[in-house]
Structures are given as structure tokens and as C-alpha cells.
């Protein structure tokens, strides 16, 4: 509580990258023309345009998201058994190349996810996750109608692939999803994914979506949307 209230009265840094250190990141690809910050804080979420015209995602941890992390990790060992709760990542670098192996495996494996680019780093200890950028709305902000009409089954097959891949997203929500214009989802969020994934891992990442989906469009609708993506056994 105290440190609270100091924090409050004498002011904290920002953690967010000053515009010379996003540049020195993001430099490397070529020359950038405009750099906009886009909604999230978990990570900082920045659109990239290079001088060419190329689009890319900026996704950027700092020193202060391993803190974050810790905190959390302590409340869920408070909560859950040891064995839910997974070590650490050492630093915030070897999380940010964690979810660029996952993501990079998830495209190999022929789920429909953004292409990475790079992983970029400043001296000032934030890392990001430079990827092909995916333009579209997410999933969490359509209505039953919108997400029942046909993104709702390609967003399965998705995870489907994911799955035979050996794949385990473990943080399943239609936030992670992304919807292009022409109703194909893109999924997204690696950063908690196992890439060696057990089948108690695959089969919570099922009933994870299963319980996320029906709360939109009720229960019939999203098992048989499943069914349809990843088959009656798996469901």
C-alpha cells in the first residue's frame, strides 16, 4: 500500500518505447514510414508501415511485462495445483522467441496465422514480434448472426490444424481470432502455446473455445460448429 501511494504521489516511467527506440527496432527491415499505436496494452501493439508499402504487426514486451508475469504466476500457484502453473520464462526475450517458434510452427502446420517477420530488440530491454499484419475485426466484437455465418466453423478448422500439428494454443478466446473481410479467421495470441502439447492440453484448448463460443451463440450452435471443424470424437 505504501508503495502504491508513493508511485501515485511521485509518478512512474512510462513503459511504452520512446519513437527513436521503436525505429531503432523495426529499422532493420528498411526504411519506416509511419508507426501508429493500435488498442492493448499486453502486449503494446503497434501497425508498421515500411517506405515499400508493407503492412507488418508490431507486438512489443518491456522489462516490466516479466514482472507482470511473475505476480501472475504467484496468484495462479496461490490458486491451482504446481502442476498448472508453468515456470518462467528467464527473460522477456526468450517469451517474445517462445511465441515466434509457436506462431512459425502453427503456419507450418497449415493454421491460417500472421507470417513472422522478425524478432527485434532495443538496448533498453523491450523485445517485439514483427509479423505480416492482418487486417479485420475481432472475433470477440461480432454478434451471434455475424460469427455463426461462417467464421465460426473456419476459426475451428483452424484449431483443428493447430492440433495435428501438436499444438496447444492453451488461451482459446474469440479475442485471439481475427475476421478478414471475407470471413476467414486468423488466429493469433501464442504466447502461452505448447508446442509439445499433451492431449489434456488439446483437450482443454476444446472446451476452453466450446465454452467461449457458446456464450455468444448458445450451446447447439457452437458444438456443432466444432463437430463440423474438428469432429464428434475430439469433441
Known amino acids: 500500500v505504501v508503495g502504491s501511494a508513493a508511485l501515485v504521489l511521485i509518478g512512474t516511467p512510462s513503459p511504452e518505447p520512446e519513437a527513436p527506440e521503436l525505429l531503432g527496432m523495426v529499422g532493420r527491415l528498411g526504411p519506416v514510414a509511419r508507426i501508429e499505436q493500435r488498442p492493448g496494452s499486453e502486449p503494446l501493439l503497434y501497425r508498421v508501415e515500411l517506405a515499400g508499402g508493407e503492412r507488418l504487426r508490431l507486438a512489443v514486451r518491456t522489462a516490466r511485462d516479466r514482472s507482470a508475469d511473475l505476480l501472475a504466476r504467484l496468484w495462479r500457484y496461490a490458486r491451482l495445483r504446481s502442476a498448472e502453473v508453468d515456470q518462467p520464462h528467464l527473460t522477456v526475450q526468450r517469451r ?17 496465422v500472421r507470417a513472422v517477420r522478425a524478432v527485434v530488440a532495443s ?8 509479423s505480416e499484419a492482418a487486417d479485420g475485426v475481432p472475433a470477440a466484437t461480432l454478434d451471434a448472426e455475424a460469427l455463426a455465418a461462417g467464421p465460426l466453423v473456419d476459426a475451428w478448422r483452424q484449431v483443428g490444424c493447430l492440433h495435428r500439428a501438436g499444438i496447444a494454443h492453451r488461451s482459446l478466446g474469440l479475442g485471439q ?4 473481410s471475407d470471413g476467414r479467421a486468423v488466429l493469433g495470441g501464442f ?4 508446442v509439445a502439447a499433451s492431449e489434456r492440453d488439446i483437450a482443454r484448448d476444446i472446451a476452453q473455445l466450446l465454452v467461449a463460443t457458446a456464450l455468444i451463440v448458445g450451446a447447439p450452435a457452437a458444438v456443432d460448429a466444432a463437430v463440423d471443424a474438428v469432429g464428434a470424437t475430439s469433441v
Open 191 to 194: 504466447d502461452s502455446a505448447r
Open 177 to 180: 481470432f481475427t475476421i478478414t
Open 96 to 112: 517474445v522467441e517462445h511465441e515466434a517458434l509457436a506462431q512459425t510452427l502453427a503456419a507450418t502446420g497449415g493454421a491460417r
Open 123 to 130: 538496448p533498453n530491454g523491450s523485445v517485439g514480434l514483427l
